[in-house]
């Protein structure tokens, strides 16, 4: 008795090619076939174009959020004053930093002073957020010491103030002029506050990739913050930079234990949680809606099986009559859909990565054909539309894609396999 074929033999991948590169006159669906394989192109190009800008432009926020922001901030819940003033300064910053400092997985704690002050320079104002720290601090901040844009010579932070891009930009600043900083809480005098008024060289101009901090954010020497805010010998809070940032939770016990009874923390996390939420449902939901997309493309393949089917009916009868079997003849079947889901799932990956790969060029000829300002970045908080191709993305992108094509091939297979050779010579 003669052995039953190997499943996917040499011949059932003859037969298959076959009636894939058939022409329509000789009853084969090549125009429904090339209509398949685009349409799963597309569809796995537009995921993992949507992956790899999701990817991006989280790993964008986050590391401009972790460039130039505290990952935690420690701070007073504040002590009452006999006149019922909440005072939330912290008195004892040098030994509460250096408490903070010794917490496993942080890398640096260092006080800071914050207020709100107007800048001012030839007619032109802009109100921005101080941030008092010292020197040796912000050296160790990589969006603002280590900015792709820079100005001036941070080495001389001492000597004057740094200033966002943004801010320089509204107030037509270079470095080397001075600015007038404009406070309202300033001098106290028998007639009450007056206005503080200095004037500071700025020696740093910075661009630290997010427009809502660039266009708001000055930094100034730790000492001259305090006397100017009227902070002398506190500071407002401790900024902690720690290790591992993704994990700061793991933290969160140990950095309350070194803040002591008073002290309360702040993650980066919280401060940007919800809009990382949202991130989150976004990215599901858009998964959601592509695979959608995906599984429409992959339906072509159905139809154009089926029609294969139905335009091979003889040659289903003959091949069952000559001795394939049931199982040979599916697999016939599943080969012509599986290739085209193959093909085209490969297409779409080399077209998605090419996107990510080269996204800058692609988004500057679409600014520029549709006369530029189609990003805008006091919108969306970042200056660049940006991209990030990972392994995991690709590699969800193609199983969706395969399982899909191999998943509604088989039913089309499956009815030619159990046709009938009878009924399908009958009128032949």
Sequence with gaps: MASSPVPFSRFEWMIAWRYLRARRAEGGV??????????IALAVF????????????????????LGANAHVTVYSVGVVQDGGRIDRTIHDYDALADRVAQVPGVIRAAPLVKGQVMASLRQR???????????????????????????????RFGDGIALGSGVARALGVSVGERVKLISPNGVKTAFGTSPRVNAYEVVYIFS????????????????????????????????????QPEQVETLTGPLLEAAGDLGRIWTWRDASGGFLRALEVEDNVMFII???????????????????VKNKGRDIGILRTIGLSEGSVLRVFFICGAFTGIIGTGMGVVLGSLFAIYID????????????????????????LPAELHLNDVLSAVGLSLGLSFFVTYFPARRAARMNPVEALRYE
């Design 30 to 39: 090549s125009v429904m076939t090339w209509i398949s394989l685009i349409g």
């Design 46 to 65: 537009a995921l993992i174009a949507t992956l790899a800008v999701r990817s991006g432009f989280r790993s964008e926020f986050v590391g401009t959020i």
């Design 125 to 155: 104002n802009a109100g921005v957020e101080v941030f008092g720290i010292k020197a040796e601090d912000i050296a160790t901040l990589p969006g603002i010491a280590q900015s792709a844009e820079s100005y001036g010579d941070l080495s």
């Design 208 to 243: 630290a990739g997010r427009y809502d901090i660039d266009r708001t954010r000055v930094y100034m020497p730790f000492a001259e913050a305090q006397s100017y805010f009227n902070r002398e010998g506190v500071a407002d809070e401790i900024e902690v930079m720690v290790a």
């Design 290 to 308: 592509l695979s959608i997309l995906v599984l429409i493309a992959a339906m072509n393949i159905v139809s154009g099986l089926i029609m294969l």
């Design 361 to 384: 060029p692609i988004f500057s000829f679409v600014n520029y054909a549709m006369g530029g300002g189609v990003w805008d970045p006091s919108i969306r908080g970042i200056y660049a």
